[in-house]
């Protein structure tokens, strides 16, 4: 069983930071590709950012491209995401999801991933 657990929302003021982070239990974690994904009030939920099982391949979406980092550190079975320059668009609700195929295809859409958290709430505001 894979269990994922977020922290590190909350309330910030736009042009400001947070930094996520979900703790995965499992055995296997180096070999999870991981990603964030958030969802806004009355939206569906999207592609944030994920970081490949093998090497340090990441991927972006282009909204939050140069602005948010997506990281892991496998020692500690933890994954992060570094947001700097928060825009009132950024407000969600942030999940962390984890996809344990082994796939060397980084995936941004939902299906892909068979394990979620619980999610962490992150307001901007101005």
């Known amino acids: 069983q894979v269990q994922l657990v977020e922290s590190g929302g909350g309330l910030v003021q736009a042009g400001g930071s947070l930094r996520l982070s979900c703790t995965v239990s499992g055995r296997t974690f180096s070999t999870y590709t991981m990603a964030w994904f958030r969802q806004a009030p009355g939206k569906d939920r999207e592609f944030v950012a994920a970081?490949?099982?093998?090497?340090?391949?990441?991927y972006y979406a282009d909204s939050v491209k140069g602005r948010f980092t997506i990281s892991r550190d496998s020692a500690r079975n933890t994954v992060y995401l570094q947001m700097n320059s928060l825009k009132l668009e950024d407000t969600a609700d942030y999940y962390c999801?984890?996809?344990?195929?082994?796939?060397?295809?980084?995936?941004?859409?939902?299906?892909?991933?068979?394990?979620w958290g619980q999610g962490t709430q992150v307001t901007v505001s101005s």
């Open positions: 970081i490949r099982w093998s090497g340090s391949l990441t």
């Open positions: 999801a984890a996809d344990t195929s082994k796939s060397i295809v980084v995936h941004t859409t939902r299906s892909s991933y068979d394990y």
